[in-house]
């Protein structure tokens, strides 16, 4: 079935279309024989208009699905830019965000491993000194075991505080 996504989109729209196009040709074949008959011309027009109505948005909910799934689909090159735009875009429309057509345009974030790349490579394009290259250095180490590290409580600390003697300290080998 996910396979044939885009197959069972695209005919949900040519045949919501056809049949938007087929209602409004029958609708007015009936209103101008109405008019011609003598018959209830508004109630004839209304009821085809309303029927029309409906197959348009119908039609529309299809129509952006096809282009959401083929946007996904596609190979997009990413732009930083285009991505702001159209994140600028969806929230002045909130209806767009939900397409998330912002983050299929967002280049990726960079790995640990390309960041390192790069800041070794200014480092020896003589853009950063050597104590900026070890405090960028560190701040990117620092940034990859953050989320590893678990934040300890004051139950915890209280803990490791309290295993801690003097008694620790005694039988430790003197340092000469």
């Known amino acids: 079935m996910r396979d044939n996504r885009l197959l069972l989109l695209f005919a949900a729209v040519v045949l919501t279309t056809l049949g938007t196009v087929g209602l409004g040709i029958v609708g007015v074949v009936a209103t101008v024989g109405a008019l011609l008959g003598g018959g209830a011309v508004i109630q004839t027009f209304a009821g085809f208009l309303l029927?029309?109505?409906?197959?348009?948005?119908?039609?529309?909910?299809?129509?952006?699905?096809?282009?959401?799934a083929l946007a996904r689909r596609a190979s997009v090159p990413k732009s930083q830019r285009?991505?702001?735009?159209?994140?600028?875009?969806?929230?002045?429309?909130?209806?767009?965000a939900s397409l998330g057509l912002s983050d299929v345009f967002a280049p990726p974030e960079p790995t640990t491993e390309?960041?390192?790349?790069?800041l070794t490579?200014?480092?020896?394009e003589g853009e950063l000194s050597e104590a900026e290259y070890e405090r960028e250095?560190?701040?990117l180490l620092g940034e990859d075991e953050a989320p590893e590290t678990e934040l300890q409580?004051?139950?915890?600390i209280e803990t490791e505080l309290s295993r801690t003697t003097?008694?620790?300290?005694?039988?430790?080998?003197?340092?000469?």
């Open 121 to 124: 490579r200014r480092y020896v």
């Open 137 to 139: 250095l560190q701040a």
């Open 82 to 96: 285009v991505a702001g735009g159209l994140d600028r875009l969806e929230s002045v429309v909130p209806p767009l």
């Open 153 to 156: 409580d004051d139950a915890d």
């Open 51 to 68: 029927g029309t109505l409906l197959l348009v948005g119908v039609d529309i909910v299809f129509s952006v699905a096809l282009v959401r």
């Open 166 to 176: 003097t008694t620790d300290t005694e039988y430790e080998p003197a340092r000469e």
């Open 114 to 118: 390309e960041r390192h790349e790069a």
